[in-house]
């Protein structure tokens, strides 16, 4: 687990549904950053619904 920005950086094994700050254990709400202007790719970000934490496990896909 390391820090990127306010991002915490998770590894995802068998399953992710607790938070890795307050351990708020029923799963994430989801939050989609564009990668780059005017392109489709997108990085899914989870947020704790608990905290807020924002938790990167790496999920890149593409959207409208
Ligand atoms: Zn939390």
């Known amino acids: 687990?390391?820090?990127?920005?306010?991002?915490?950086?998770?590894?995802l094994h068998e399953e992710l549904h607790t938070?890795?700050?307050?351990?708020?254990?029923r799963g994430f709400h989801a939050s989609f950053v564009r990668l780059h202007a005017g392109h489709p790719h997108v990085r899914c970000i989870l947020v704790c619904p608990e905290c807020g934490a924002r938790h990167d496990v790496g999920w890149i896909t593409e959207l409208k």
Do not use: L, Q, R
Request: with cysteine; glycine share 6%.
């Open 1 to 11: 687990m390391s820090m990127n920005k306010d991002v915490i950086e998770v590894t």
């Open 19 to 25: 938070c890795m700050v307050c351990g708020y254990d």
